[in-house]
């Protein structure tokens, strides 16, 4: 199979007003393939994620995506609205007061209300959880909050999905369960994604690749 | 305690077992038609005007960097220390017909003049000018509470910066600013003053007109009960508007989500900015050259007297209104089911649309009923012990402002997560302990930002405080409405900058304590 | 934030105690503002030693309260302006009879209540006021010719809400009867130019801008504004000088019906209506004397003398609920 490359970041350096936290960090990602992120916390690997989402201005590095320069030399050249970034937060981050379905369409309202609806439907049966479009977020468990977040995240169909810890709020079984039922998803929609965690059990699981943040450096393991 | 605070409530509502007055007929054939109109017009226009410039500057001020954002987000606070009578006082001095900017307009650019009195376009701004703060300010609170990735996920979904801000900070936000909308539109429904200066006629000419012109009371608790009536509406709009949407949040970060760089944040200071010198850098320059001629001859060892009545009073105030508020805002939350205690509350809060002397009189009329019960029983009248007394003052202080401290506090109430009251009582702590260490702490900012909206609603406080004060306890306020009244504008421009001056430095304290209180958080 | 409380209700008993009635004090309720008033009350307690306390207002608001407070009130004077609100306190009962020789020898008749329960202490004339390059006086003459078509767009009145507009139109209702004052009100309304203005000072501002060319205003503002800016293209013109003379309103006080000090209060209304009290008045708030033996302040007195009307000032008390029916009814805000 022909290996297209999706992701490049170039010497994304990260720090916290005067002290260093990364330096040096490269990576390149194939199209589909799952990275995970592993390190300390400090270790500087949620601002690294934020910095790719183009939500974080203070530092430096640059970021290819599908062929696009999206961040150059510290600079973002393109907003985080119109990157084609996804993202899975580790509280999930859904509106309160928007239901599912709401929740899911914001970011396809671009579409015709009929298009929504059917996409709505397919992304809440990816994610095993149909019929529950009317309800609020207050009234959904924690794992489904979370499978309606990543159905949120996965609506506009983005080229890189990042996950922030995504898992790391629910229990031990919930927590396995679900990590492999992301990836699944993932896999179906041939999505390329960075998952952040601390957990190397899930790190290894849940990816197809993973590194560990140490001394500053990112190191590789296969 | 609720209902005594609610006394002046019941006096109004009382006045229709009062024979109905032959003036009613009068009122209904030549003034009511027009004045409800023009009331109506006046709430909607007002109503839009804060909504949009007090979230959208309250919105700017939190969620983007601009330049000069730092001391903007607290000079937008400092319109409340002008008095609105003042700041109409003003702004009619500059813009109509002989103003200064038409002056200019007519003769270095040849455009018609005009009567910016007729219609109402003027008078709703200017009360956008003088009110928009108390949407800014629980608006402000509520976005500073919002969750950052709230936006962030927003943001990558692709949303811009203003379909962020409509689909989901505000509507996040709604619950605070419809609290300061609704004190919006009651001190609109109260005012005197500014509609007085631009002969705006609203419901409350009516009031006065029975009162003064016609000398009957009653017909002007009657008319005054039925704007009780629309208040108690308003809130119950309020409440529902709120809904059953449970807003809880935390984790707040300091970092603003949006950076406005170049042109962009540069208009949008200009913006920022242009609201600032309209609603108080201009009206204190103003003032300023005004005050400047006359201090001499105005300044002497009076004002010590009319600074420490003011600050007395509006500190005592403060003490009372917040206990007690915050006493009706807890137990508000553990018994929710109580339809009565919440009727109760909502009654105790209706004092705030009452213009100040209708609800100055009523106390003094509930007083007389309450000694009429006396003297029934065998014993003495009380009024004389009690007019005039500082205890009566606080008390129509406390009765008329309860609902802006009320709403603050309670608007800080509702981010208390049942769990921790849940939590807290699972580790076994005691009622006293509960409030103690897990409520206050967290209702704390409302608590500020109420006393700081209630000691400057105090000090501005006019027309109870002109009938009720005891001998000797004149305020700076009253100052300058003597001189103002009497066309001394010169000499009134100097207690009017000391108000200023002190509001400023409330809300220094104000800003101290809240960067302490959020730092804790 | 405890001691301040304890500080204030303590200060309320010791303002209770300083205010406690003594033979050597009165005690006056006033919607006078402070400023006019503390200088004269000040002259008087050095010419006689008596003490005055006093609490200023507005008019209605201090007149329920003396209502509510009945026999134990502590004012033994009242003070305010209008004779419209005078006379309501009288009819209310709240002020006693006070017929003394001094106060007879110092304020002409028509200036005192028949019963004596009030007496007039300044004189407030309310005319004609013009912009002297834009319209010759020739062409001015009385209240009622301000409602003359070629007043059109031309006219600037003070709002209806005001006392000294109710009191004039109340002598309007009482010359010319209620249908021809009602005609007279339609045609001002009609040849407005602006919205009525809150202050007799923006009527003359108005006129000074161009607004508009004619008005009505207070003669003591006039004179306030022409202190200090003497040039102005603004004059007054003495209205009804062929007929019924100039609209005049007073200023005035009496003793309350249940004084404490009687005495004392008859004292300082006399003392008020002495010549030496009549020219601190006049000067301070250039006014018209009410004691006639006592000529107005200088820049007053240039304005030349004029007739007065005689109507008896009751009758703007009696009136002033149908002038504002009337007003209401035509319009005139």
């Avoid at chain 2, 002190?502 to 959020?518: A, E, N, P, T, Y």
């Amino acid at each position: 199979m022909f290996i297209n490359v999706m992701l490049v970041v170039r010497n994304l350096s990260i720090q916290y007003q005067n002290n260093q936290v990364l330096q040096g960090f490269e990576l390149e990602l194939a199209q589909g393939e799952i990275f995970a992120l592993l390190g300390d916390s400090g270790s500087g690997k949620s601002s690294a994620l934020h910095f790719i989402a183009g939500l974080d201005e203070t530092h430096s590095g640059s970021v290819i995506l599908d062929g696009e320069l999206l961040s150059d030399n510290g600079q973002h050249q393109t907003p985080p609205e119109s990157r084609g970034v996804g993202m899975v937060f580790q509280d999930y981050a859904l509106f309160p007061h928007m239901n599912v379905e709401k929740n899911i369409a914001f970011g396809i309202d671009h579409q015709s209300k009929r298009e929504q609806q059917i996409r709505v439907k397919e992304l809440l049966f990816l994610v095993d959880l149909t019929g529950i479009e009317r309800k609020y977020p207050h009234q959904l468990s924690g794992g489904e909050q979370q499978r309606v977040a990543l159905a949120r995240a996965l609506a506009p169909a983005p080229k890189l999905l990042l996950l922030d810890e995504s898992f790391s709020s629910l229990d031990q079984k919930h927590r396995e369960t679900l990590a492999k039922q992301v990836r699944d998803v993932l896999k179906k929609t041939n999505t390329t994604a960075i998952l952040v965690t601390h957990d190397k059990a899930e790190a290894v699981a849940f990816s197809d690749r993973y590194g560990i943040i140490k001394n500053q450096k990112l190191q590789e393991k296969k | 305690m609720a209902l005594l605070v609610a006394l002046p409530i019941f006096v109004v509502a009382f006045s229709w077992v009062l024979p109905k007055h032959e003036l009613w007929a009068h009122f209904f054939e030549n003034l009511l038609p027009s004045l409800i109109h023009s009331t109506v017009i006046l709430l909607v226009g007002v109503g839009i005007g804060v909504t949009l410039l007090g979230t959208v500057l309250a919105y700017l001020v939190v969620m983007v960097e601009f330049p000069g954002r730092q001391w903007l987000e607290w000079a937008l606070f400092l319109p409340f220390a002008i008095p609105a009578y003042v700041l109409a006082f003003v702004y009619l001095g500059v813009f109509d017909y002989s103003g200064y900017a038409q002056v200019w307009m007519r003769e270095a650019l040849g455009l018609p003049g005009f009567d910016i009195r007729s219609g109402s376009w003027a008078i709703i701004l200017t009360f956008v000018l003088v009110f928009y703060p108390y949407v800014y300010m629980m608006a402000r609170a509520s976005f500073k509470r919002q969750k950052t990735n709230m936006i962030e996920a927003g943001k990558l979904l692709g949303a811009s910066p203003i379909r962020v801000f409509f689909k989901i900070s505000l509507p996040l936000a709604r619950p605070a600013a419809a609290a300061g909308l609704l004190v919006t539109l009651m001190e609109t429904l109260a005012d005197f003053g500014v509609v007085s200066l631009f002969n705006y006629d609203t419901f409350t000419t009516a009031i006065y007109s029975a009162w003064g012109d016609f000398r009957s009371i009653e017909v002007a608790a009657q008319l005054a009960s039925l704007l009780v009536l629309v208040a108690f509406f308003l809130i119950h709009f309020e409440k529902k508007a709120r809904g059953q949407a449970k807003y809880y949040s935390t984790n707040v970060s300091n970092k603003k989500p949006y950076q406005a760089h170049g042109a962009v944040g540069w208009l949008i200071a200009l913006f920022v900015f242009g609201v600032f010198m309209l609603s108080f850098a201009m009206p204190m320059l103003q003032l300023l050259i005004w005050g400047w001629g006359a201090v001499a001859s105005e300044w002497s060892a009076k004002y010590f007297d009319l600074i420490s009545s003011t600050a007395i009073l509006t500190l005592s105030a403060v003490i009372i209104t917040l206990m007690i508020a915050t006493v009706l805002a807890l137990p508000n939350r553990c018994k929710r089911g109580s339809i009565w205690l919440q009727s109760v509350i909502r009654l105790a809060t209706l004092g705030y649309a009452l213009p100040g002397s209708v609800m100055a009189v009523g106390l003094l009329y509930g007083i007389n009923q309450i000694s009429a019960v006396n003297i029934y029983f065998g014993g003495e009248s009380i009024n004389h012990i009690v007019f005039g007394s500082i205890a009566l003052l606080l008390f129509a202080y406390v009765s008329r402002f309860m609902a802006i401290a009320y709403s603050s506090i309670e608007a800080s109430a509702q981010q208390i997560k049942p769990v921790f009251t849940q939590s807290a009582r699972l580790l076994g702590a005691s009622r006293l302990k509960l409030v103690m260490q897990v409520y206050l702490p967290m209702i704390t900012p409302g608590i500020l930002a109420g006393g700081l909206l209630v000691a400057v609603d105090v000090m501005k406080e006019l027309p109870a405080t002109y009938l009720l004060r005891p001998f000797g306890w004149d305020t700076l306020a009253i100052q300058v409405y003597e001189l103002s009244a009497e066309g001394l504008f010169e000499r009134a421009a100097v207690p009017a900058l000391i108000m200023v001056l002190f509001g400023s430095v409330l809300m220094l304290i104000f800003q101290v304590l809240d960067k302490h209180s959020s730092k804790g958080a | 934030m405890i001691k301040i409380l304890i500080f204030s209700l303590l200060a309320t008993s010791s303002i209770a105690a300083v205010s406690a009635i003594s033979n050597d004090s009165v005690t006056v309720y006033s919607s006078r503002k402070e400023h006019l008033i503390k200088p004269l009350f000040d002259a008087f307690t050095k010419d006689t030693g008596i003490k005055v306390n006093y609490l200023t207002g507005k008019g209605g608001a201090l007149i329920e309260r003396l209502k509510l407070e009945g026999k134990n009130t502590k004012a033994d004077m009242f003070m305010t302006v209008d004779a419209g609100n005078l006379w309501y306190t009288g009819s209310q009962g709240l002020f006693q009879a006070v017929q003394t020789q001094v106060l007879k020898n110092n304020i002409p008749n028509h200036l005192r209540d028949p019963e004596g329960l009030w007496t007039g202490l300044s004189v407030r004339a309310r005319t004609l006021v013009y912009n002297t390059e834009r319209v010759s006086p020739r062409d001015l003459s009385t209240y009622a010719d301000l409602a003359l078509p070629q007043w059109e767009g031309r006219l600037c009145l003070r709002t209806s809400k005001k006392i000294y507009t109710k009191s004039l139109v109340a002598s309007l209702i009482y010359h010319h009867g209620e249908g021809k004052a009602g005609n007279i009100i339609s045609g001002w309304v009609n040849n407005l130019a602006a919205t009525p203005n809150a202050k007799d000072s923006h009527v003359m501002n108005a006129i000074l801008s161009g607004q508009c060319d004619v008005g009505l205003v207070n003669t003591y503002y006039y004179g306030r504004l022409v202190e200090k800016k003497p040039n102005l293209p603004l004059k007054l013109f003495w209205a009804n000088q062929d007929t019924t003379g100039v609209h005049v309103n007073i200023s005035g006080a009496g003793v309350t019906k249940y004084a404490k000090n009687p005495k004392a209060a008859i004292r300082l209304l006399e003392w008020l209506s002495s010549a030496k009290a009549q020219a601190i008045y006049g000067a301070l708030n250039k006014e018209y004397p009410a004691n006639q033996s006592v000529a107005p302040d200088s820049v007053v007195s240039a304005w030349g003398s004029f007739k007065q009307d005689e109507m008896n000032l009751s009758q703007a008390g009696i009136l002033q609920a149908t002038a504002v029916k009337l007003m209401q009814k035509k319009g005139y805000r």
